[in-house]
């Protein structure tokens, strides 16, 4: 049993790749920040130490994505959970995990597969950074928002925490992968 290959998506300037390992080794060769760090860090964040991932992980480009759900959530346009789940769960960092599986070794990754006809091949594991209680999570960030807005002066150039659901994702604890 190997790792085959694994596909990372909006992790930090990777918004979407895929890296084939080797069957003895693996070179990562490419310009200065093209990615190869992040394709490493990816691994050992998402599987060894997962609270260590933050919202600066997410990548750039997705931020003001994530903060007009946010908005839409405020405005009450849509069921706000089907909002975060049609969309934002696109834009949150994300691993999969592809392993080649021999035969023999099926007693490895039973708990894996939902069929016991399968004869072995790649299992697929993905692991996603999203919140542990979807329903808490929308509660409290409406709650933060709601607060600000009814203390904020913008003539004063006072900006209150949270200013978008970015700036609350990157002070939230309920977020693991």
């Not at 596909?7 to 093209?34: H, P, Y």
């Not at 490493?40 to 997410?58: A, E, N, Y």
């Not at 003001?64 to 909002?83: A, R, T």
């Not at 999969?96 to 007693?107: A, L």
Request: glycine content about 6%; some cysteine.
């Amino acid at each position: 049993m190997r790792i085959k290959y694994f596909e990372i998506k909006n992790f930090r300037k990777l918004k979407a790749c895929r890296i084939e390992l080797g069957d003895k080794q693996t070179i990562f060769v490419g310009a200065n920040n093209s990615g190869k760090t992040s394709a490493m860090d990816v691994m050992i964040l998402f599987l060894k130490s997962p609270g260590k991932l933050s919202t600066l992980d997410f990548t750039v480009s997705n931020w003001n994505k994530i903060n007009e759900v946010g908005e839409k959530w405020l405005s009450d346009e849509q069921e706000p959970l089907d909002i975060f789940r049609q969309e934002c769960t696109d834009l949150l960092p994300s691993l999969d995990v592809w392993i080649d599986v021999e035969d023999s070794e099926i007693h490895y990754v039973s708990h894996l597969i939902p069929t016991l006809s399968w004869c072995g091949g790649l299992v697929g594991v993905r692991l996603v950074y999203e919140p542990d209680n979807l329903e808490q999570f929308f509660e409290q960030f409406i709650k933060s928002s709601m607060a600000v807005k009814g203390l904020s002066n913008e003539e004063d150039g006072i900006k209150l925490w949270p200013e978008s659901l970015r700036d609350f994702l990157a002070a939230c604890r309920t977020f693991r992968p």
